[in-house]
């Protein structure tokens, strides 16, 4: 038993979470929970009551949502080095891109896929302004690379980067050029193909 507990399903954004456990190279406990059930528990539900996953557990402290878990564990392991000195300008970067993803793309995203259109001439009340804006500002983040921060590989690299790679491959999120170079830095890294076999490995046993 550890003191930090990963609440996930293996196909979710609990993959997200799952990463960067593997990035912080310390023990930690999985609990894999299913849709509909054990995600909609009592007991789960105490923890995070929207009944969606990842969530984590350390100690006593509860965190949810997957921007929030990539920078709770960055900051509470900072010998890590997953997040940049604070007051850097690399700092932010982080923080940036960070909250990008989690804010204009995140929407930008979900409008592609359900097709939802802003009216004309509204774009300036839409959080992401337009998809067109948004991608030509994904562009802009990686195109100095090789990470967002510059050198440092981050914690905003595992929330960003997942979120443009889960989009290219739904369609959510064009493919280009130096957006599929980055991801490909990305998936190159051990423990991000540690976190998809573990969670490929559990889809299996599920079919099994």
């Known amino acids: 038993m550890t003191d930090l507990v990963l609440y996930t399903n293996p196909q979710s954004r609990g993959r997200m979470a799952h990463w960067m456990m593997e990035e912080l190279g310390v023990?930690?406990?999985?609990?894999?929970?299913?849709?509909?059930?054990?995600?909609?528990?009592?007991?789960?539900?105490?923890?995070?009551?929207?009944?969606?996953?990842?969530?984590?557990?350390?100690?006593?402290?509860?965190?949810t949502e997957t921007?929030?878990?990539?920078?709770?564990?960055?900051?509470?392991?900072?010998?890590?080095?997953?997040?940049?000195?604070?007051?850097?300008?690399?700092?932010?970067?982080?923080?940036?891109?960070?909250?990008?993803?989690?804010?204009p793309l995140e929407m930008a995203a979900?409008?592609?896929?359900?097709?939802?259109?802003?009216?004309?001439?509204?774009s300036i009340a839409a959080g992401f302004g337009s998809y067109a804006d948004t991608m030509a500002a994904l562009e802009k983040a990686v195109e100095a690379g090789p990470y967002l921060c510059g050198e440092q590989f981050t914690?905003?690299?595992?929330?960003?980067?997942?979120?443009?790679?889960?989009?290219?491959?739904?369609?959510?999120?064009?493919?280009?050029?130096?957006?599929?170079?980055?991801?490909?830095r990305l998936t190159a890294r051990p423990a991000f193909q540690s976190a998809q076999r573990i969670n490929d490995e559990r889809i299996k046993a599920q079919k099994a």
């Open 27 to 63: 023990p930690y406990e999985t609990v894999w929970l299913d849709f509909g059930t054990s995600m909609k528990s009592a007991d789960y539900l105490a923890v995070n009551p929207m009944g969606k996953v990842p969530a984590i557990r350390h100690g006593e402290a509860v965190v």
């Open 67 to 103: 921007p929030a878990i990539c920078a709770y564990l960055a900051d509470v392991f900072p010998e890590k080095k997953l997040a940049p000195p604070p007051g850097s300008l690399a700092r932010a970067a982080y923080y940036r891109w960070m909250f990008f993803a989690a804010g």
């Open 110 to 122: 979900t409008s592609r896929i359900f097709n939802w259109q802003v009216p004309e001439g509204k």
């Open 155 to 184: 914690a905003a690299d595992v929330y960003f980067g997942s979120a443009v790679g889960w989009g290219m491959m739904f369609g959510s999120v064009e493919k280009r050029p130096v957006l599929e170079a980055y991801f490909g």
